[in-house]
């Protein structure tokens, strides 16, 4: 069994849910599904294993300082494949401007 990672929510309102995560190494978010198209900033390197529905899996390394969308719909469990302590940045777009 893998240790969960803490979620710290930052800003939660009608429009943004704002989340910073931390992970241990080894640590894993459980498996959820993304109901909001969301972006992911890195604060430290993050060398992640992916699992997939379906069971796929998948090993990425998202760089300190970059960043990545994906589209509501999206269900996975992120883990820790790394070494050391991993953190991000997570922003789910709850509703558009227009």
């Known amino acids: 069994m893998r240790p969960t990672c803490t979620a710290a929510t930052m800003i939660d309102d009608d429009r943004v849910r704002v ?12 498996w959820h599904k993304h109901g909001y198209d969301y972006v992911i900033t890195a604060v430290s390197d993050c060398p992640m294993l992916i699992e997939e529905m379906g069971g796929g899996e998948r090993r990425v390394l998202v760089a300190a300082g970059t960043a990545y969308r994906r589209l509501e719909g999206v269900e996975h469990n992120v883990i820790n494949a790394g070494i050391v302590p991993m953190c991000f940045v997570e922003v789910e777009l709850k509703q558009s401007r227009g």
């Not at 995560?21 to 459980?30: M, S």
């Open 19 to 30: 989340t910073r995560f931390d992970f241990v190494p080894g640590a894993e978010t459980g």
